[in-house]
């Protein structure tokens, strides 16, 4: 059995480092991965079963689970983008509806919401989802000075959600970089079932 220590270990990190001891196995043989948090375990456990995977799980103490993936056959485990799941307990969701954060200097504007944008992605608690709509939406769009951070955001598996209509008016359709396109109908509801709205 191969032994994966991925305590203390931020998504994406446990995910990757079970795909390469996946590919480091000589034929079939089990993983025992060891994380600290119920969300690495749903992670591991999905990526498992998208590699048609044996997995099961169980918790040995607080702050302390085990995952094991009984893999079968041989071969290298296809690379996929690692995706993780947001913590659902943390409903947070923020509100982009401007390239500018604050009111005065446009150009000191941008700086701040940039600057917020990649603040956001050093949080120790990242929000389930961001919204952007009326200007907003151009940040997620090429060319935009924010998409890196929104991608590494995307990647740790913060939902982002651009408005269509916002996207049609500013001749951004084709231009979409991050997330996905969503409707007012999907942003009222995120935006009334969340635990804390935060608005830049």
Do not use: W
Not at 56 to 67: I, P, T
Not at 105 to 124: P, W
Not at 165 to 179: A, D, F, I, R
Request: proline share 4%.
């Amino acid at each position: 059995m191969v032994q994966v220590n991925a305590m203390g270990d931020a998504c994406p990190i446990p995910v990757v480092k079970t795909i390469k001891a996946m590919n480091e196995l000589q034929g079939a043989g089990e993983i025992e991965v060891l994380v600290d948090n119920e969300i690495a375990v749903q992670n591991l456990t999905k990526m498992a079963k998208e590699k048609q995977c044996a997995v099961k799980s169980c918790k040995l103490e607080d702050g302390k689970y085990q995952v094991i993936i009984t893999v079968e056959g041989e071969g290298k485990v296809q690379e996929t983008p690692v995706v993780c799941t947001p913590d659902a307990r943390n409903n947070t969701v923020v509100v982009i509806a401007s390239e500018t954060m604050g009111e005065g200097d446009e150009d000191l504007g941008k700086l701040l919401m940039k600057g917020f944008i990649y603040a956001l992605t050093q949080q120790e608690s990242l929000p389930s989802t961001m919204l952007f709509y009326n200007g907003g939406a151009k940040l997620t769009c090429e060319d935009a000075p924010t998409l890196e951070d929104l991608k590494s955001l995307e990647a740790q598996g913060v939902e982002i959600l651009t408005c269509g209509t916002c996207l049609n008016h500013y001749g951004l359709s084709e231009k979409l970089q991050v997330g996905s396109v969503t409707n007012m109908y999907v942003i009222a509801e995120k935006m009334t079932k969340a635990s804390l709205l935060v608005k830049p």
